[in-house]
């Protein structure tokens, strides 16, 4: 299974980023499909997440009315539209995918390239 993330960069606080995450269309069809992110020092945390069939979503407290997951099917990716941005919201964020997976999942059995999101105050 593979996993291509891509999106991350430096934006200043209050601005926003989106972050793709793209994967095979038979990965994508039976697979949980959501982001975790890890800081400097700090355990890998989950982020936002699908369920195995697209049906469900779960967000961390930290992002909710922040953050949007969304997915296009015909493109087979996934995506994290980051708005409101904060200093604390600076980690290095990782796609990650498992079959027929929860929304919310503790961890990913696959997992993408990290993609360094920095946001300066």
């Known amino acids: 299974v593979q996993l291509q993330a891509s999106g991350g960069g430096l934006v200043q606080a209050g601005g926003s980023l989106r972050l793709s995450c793209t994967t095979s269309g038979r990965t994508f069809s039976s697979s949980a499909m959501g982001w975790f992110r890890q800081a400097p020092g700090k355990e890998r945390e989950f982020v936002a997440g699908?369920?195995?069939?697209?049906?469900?979503?779960a967000y961390a407290d930290s992002v909710k009315g922040r953050f949007t997951i969304s997915r296009d099917n015909a493109k087979n990716t996934v995506y994290l539209q980051m708005n409101s941005l904060k200093p604390e919201d600076t980690a290095v964020y990782y796609c990650?995918?498992?079959?027929?997976?929860?929304?919310?999942?503790?961890?990913?059995?696959?997992w993408g390239q990290g993609t360094l999101v920095t946001v300066s105050s």
């Open positions: 699908f369920n195995w069939s697209g049906s469900r979503t």
């Open positions: 990650g995918a498992e079959l027929y997976g929860a929304a919310e999942p503790t961890r990913y059995k696959y």
